[in-house]
């Protein structure tokens, strides 16, 4: 059966939202009591720990898509998402080199 969200665009674009998700995951379940969203921001710039945080979410969020699209045998949607963890990867890179 051909799938709709078997194409690597959509791989994409999951692969990019989830890390984003992820972290507003986090954010509502431990922080929301203690913080707005915005002081939550700041504080992981403050204490410079954006870069790790964000590869949490990348990795963590983006492997159980991956191994979820292996196993249903949508090949092109996990290519997607691996192009996604890819770009995170160079982009915390960046960002470790560069701040």
């Known amino acids: 059966m051909k799938s709709k969200i078997n194409l690597t665009p959509v791989g994409t674009v999951i692969g990019i939202l989830v890390p984003i998700l992820s972290i507003l995951l986090v954010y509502l379940i431990k922080f929301q009591a203690e913080m707005s969203m915005e002081t939550f921001i700041d504080s ?13 979410g990348v990795y963590f969020g983006n492997i159980a898509f991956f191994f979820l699209f292996i196993k249903m045998d949508w090949l092109k949607a996990a290519r997607g998402v691996l192009l996604a963890t ?12 560069g701040m």
């Open 44 to 56: 992981l710039f403050v204490h410079r720990i954006y870069t790790k945080v964000l590869a949490l």
């Open 86 to 97: 890819i770009l995170y990867s160079l982009a915390i890179m960046l960002f470790r080199i």
